[in-house]
């Protein structure tokens, strides 16, 4: 699905989509209508010989007027139709973004008029898209359909991997093909060692990729790393990582190294707080850094160990309505930059729903980090704070 921007504008319009159909038709059937009582009323007045005549015309504005209900109900279904299939429109928001080999992954979606819940209000299913941008120069390559209830996992070389109910697909970056899906229904056709059936598997992540754990009907059992697609016998321990002793982790509150849990990595910067919200830096022996400075709600985002330093997001209130990002020295000694939501789009505010969050992904080698607003996505300088691009789905 390539981008255009007549029909992303008509069907990111409920008003264009729904109203000006709407409107044309009630127009037209008001005239009709008048049209047809009229020739109604006159047949009273005219002779046998032109009453044929008559009911001819009178059938003529009948059918018009069928003609125009079908037109009106046939765009009317294509708006749905749309959304399930075609995927043209604005977004409602953005669920995901992330970074790999020069190009930029962003997960959006649209929004349809809702389902009845057992609850008994409506709950919007979300249809999902992906777009591929340039992250040097901002522009939209490609964006394709991509389904409903799934989450963008990782991009590995120049394909995403997508996680669907029990499922894992990949989708090229290219051109928006779904190349392989791995599921208990697919892998004894893809594997000759699950030829004998799928018994039940588990997924879980490792620092190289994402592995699942098979058994089969033979009691047997399998590793599949799906980033690389070999497979291998398990030998009842959980694969062991090889990781890089100088590599960090981020989690919601610490900045970690050599591993991404208290198991297997040590805390080397961590943001917390007595008097929540209100949370402060402290360093690996629980001294606090930056004593002055409070982040609320804060949390590590992103690191750049070129440039030594590491972004924290937080916000301006407790309502956590607008965010802010603050680029720290990786000693937390030292405020390099400050991006303020006020600055870059004041009108949108947050709301405590799922979709409408800050997704951010880093660019290790350029020092660039990328991150949405709303429906806009920026790309900044890791160095400066100085955004390099900024462009709306």
Known sequence: MTYNNFLDTWFGSGWLSYGIPILLFSLYFIYSV????????SGNQINDALKKNHSRKKMSILIEIAVVVAIAMIVIITYSFNINNWGYGRPAGIADVQYANGKVYVMDFLQ??????????YVPPEYYRLHVVDAETGDKKIRFRIGTDL?????????ARISRDSEISYYSGSDGRRMVTYSKETLPSLFPQFSAGI???????NHDGELMQAITPDGAKWILNTATGIVS??????PVENIPATKFYLDDECIRVGGKSSASGSVYLRLKGHD????????SRDSILLKDVAFVYGRPVAIDLKDNSFVVLHYQTTKKEQVILTCISLDGGKIRWELKQSDLNPDFILR???????????DEDQGKMFFNIDREIFAVDMKDGKVLWRRTL
């Open 112 to 121: 349809s008029g809702g389902s009845a819940s057992k609850f008994g209000y």
């Open 276 to 283: 929540e919200p209100q949370r402060h830096i402290y360093n």
């Open 151 to 159: 989450a963008l996992l990782s991009v590995h070389g120049d394909s």
């Open 233 to 238: 016998r398990f030998d009842a321990k959980a």
């Open 352 to 362: 405590s729903t799922h979709h409408d969050v800050v997704s951010i992904s880093f």
């Open 199 to 205: 018994e039940r598997f588990t997924w879980y992540l």
């Open 34 to 41: 008048r049209r047809y009582i009229k020739w109604a009323e």
